[in-house]
């Protein structure tokens, strides 16, 4: 069997999408699951739309994802170098070998006279190609004497290389997820190859590349599916056997119709980046799933979901089990709309699967930076221990510890207007330094003698329970959240239950 070998080719012009991600996801998966490799490499031949940190950003976000790359640009490898702005010489030798056998030609056609003919067609109401209906009109090689063209090249006049369509041929191609794709090739425009900065464009470095470096399956967007027939041609031109392909669905916006974008992330409160962007040119930043809290893992499976699934119902995978249970015929062919509660649906799904150990190494952080110091010593952290006992099962992100936990660490500074309003009457404050006294006298501190204490002085009196319970919790959290309130008295001590109740007496009679 051939061996298996996939890429992600990203163009650094930006941060990287999570569509993107996902491409590269789906490579990895196949590549691990055949037992092949999963290459990196960078397409840069876009000079004009080079963004600095783009490619640190790409590394860095499939890294975290836990995404690595077998080889590639910074990971090694024998096919190097695997960044196209490196391989300029490779491509010339390409271009000049279709150029000698007459499969390209020199165009000279300026970037205003191309304009022209364009803006011409438009007022017509048609599209100006530059292909097998016009190119005989044109200033190119294919109208010119081999003197002339010579003359023109040595003389150095700017000039593209493209490559020449033949029309009037049914192209039957395959894709792994579509199946049969027919395209004519009248349809077709001649593609440029060479620009006249003398780089190649995608398309010509893109199909050179795939096949030195022996890839065997091309995973990418649907947005290339147009130029399926082009890379077509251009494998049969060379005389190569093309890799077998895959056209991934697009990402959609969690509403309406098209492709999930940036601003949809802005308007709706969720990032559409693995990590955070900051535009080197504008200073503009964008959330990423890693500083919301995301958890790789989560992330990951989240993305998985999108436009494939195993067949059955499970939802829940770690990458280990992505690769087992991934394939392609399950890919979907239409596209995968985005919904950003569900991504917090799997991340609820993996931080609840967590230990409370690797649960705590991420709320340390958090809490360090609320408390203003760093959580160290042995005692705090048994008590933030016992602490996420209570409140583990609410918990989605990190910071959600502070959320349902703040009250175990620092006293209430207010209480709710609108709770106070409701549960806390005339008498409370009587009820509550009456309780004060129970609790006085409770030994053990424990929840359950406080609980038994607490109850037996409430049927004594023939109070109703709500009538204390509520202003006891208000007073040890300002509010009415909270796990339970014994367990909160336990672990809060009786001195500071005791503190909280009195001020929240003196605060609110
Ligand atoms: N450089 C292309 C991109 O940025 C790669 C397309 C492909 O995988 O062939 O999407």
Known sequence: MQDFRVRFAPSPTGPLHIGGVRTALYNYLLAKKNKGKFILRIEDTDQKRFVPGAIEYI????????IVPDEGYGYGGEYGPYRQSERTEIYRKYVNRLLDEGKAYYAFDTPEELDRLRKEY?????TFMYDHSVRDKLNNSLNLSEKETQERLRAGVPHTVRFKIEPGRELVMHDLIRGEIKVNTSTLDDKVLMKSDGLPTYHLANIVDDRLMKISHVIRGEEWLPSLALHHLLYEAFGWEPPKFAHLPLILKPKGKGKLSKRDGELGGFPVFPLEWKNPDTGETYSGYREEGYLPQAFVNMLAMLGWNPGDEREIFTLEELIEAFDLSRVNKSGARFDPEKAKWFQQQHFQRLTDDEMLDMIYPVLSEKLGFRVEGKALKDYTEKVLQLVRERLVFPRDFWTWASYFYVAPREYNPKTV???WKENTGEILKEITEVLQQTEPWEARTIKENISAWITQKELSFG???QPLRIALTGDLKGPDLFEMME?????????RIQKAVEVLE
Not at 491 to 499: A, M, Q, S, Y
């Open 467 to 469: 009538k204390v319970l």
């Open 421 to 423: 309003k409701k549960r």
């Open 491 to 499: 672990l809060l001590g009786k001195d500071e239950t005791h503190k």
């Open 59 to 66: 590394k860095e976000a499939l890294e975290w994802a836990g």
């Open 122 to 126: 438009e007022a017509r109401g048609e």
